[in-house]
């Protein structure tokens, strides 16, 4: 739910999206999806979201441990689909990463403009956005 002022209640405990920090988490995600094109930006927006989490409220860090394990698992599925590539089965496996990554990106930043956290930022599915005040925010 969203209260004056960009913030949500959780259990009594105000849980802040500043604006700075929301700008903050939607320009990495931008540089996720410009990272499909220019690998190397993708990188750019991993080191943000690592350097940002130590001030963000929870409610923000969330959306930065959600891109954080973005990364890595992108990652690591691009990595087998590289090493299996000769085997076929290798384009299937990267292009699956592919949509997955973008898919991911999307939800978050969909999730993010609606002031919405993800229920759970280290699954390896689709997430589910959520009201900050109806997910554990725990740092």
Same mark, same amino acid.
């Given at each position: 739910?969203?209260?004056?002022?960009?913030?949500?209640?959780?259990?009594?405990?105000?849980?802040?999206?500043?604006?700075?920090?929301?700008?903050?988490?939607?320009?990495?995600?931008?540089?996720?999806?410009?990272?499909?094109? +220019?690998?190397?930006?993708?990188?750019?927006?991993?080191?943000?979201?690592?350097?940002?989490? *130590?001030?963000?409220?929870? *409610?923000?860090?969330?959306?930065?441990?959600?891109?954080?394990?973005?990364?890595?698992?992108?990652?690591?599925?691009?990595?087998?689909?590289?090493?299996?590539?000769?085997?076929?089965?290798?384009?299937?496996?990267?292009?699956?990463?592919?949509?997955?990554?973008?898919?991911?990106?999307?939800?978050?930043?969909?999730?993010?403009?609606?002031?919405?956290?993800?229920?759970?930022?280290?699954?390896?599915?689709?997430?589910?956005? +959520?009201?900050?005040?109806?997910?554990?925010?725990?740092?």
């Amino acid at each position: 739910m969203r209260c004056a002022g960009g913030s949500v209640n959780d259990g009594g405990m105000e849980q802040s999206f500043d604006p700075r920090q929301v700008g903050n988490a939607n320009l990495i995600y931008i540089l996720y999806l410009v990272g499909v094109a +220019v690998p190397v930006i993708g990188l750019v927006g991993l080191v943000l979201a690592y350097n940002a989490r *130590a001030a963000a409220p929870p *409610a923000v860090d969330n959306h930065y441990r959600n891109q954080i394990n973005i990364f890595w698992k992108a990652l690591g599925i691009s990595l087998v689909g590289v090493l299996t590539f000769f085997f076929l089965i290798g384009v299937l496996i990267f292009l699956f990463g592919a949509v997955w990554y973008i898919i991911r990106t999307v939800q978050g930043m969909q999730a993010l403009a609606r002031w919405q956290v993800i229920e759970d930022p280290s699954s390896w599915g689709f997430p589910r956005a +959520v009201s900050a005040d109806a997910a554990p925010l725990v740092r």
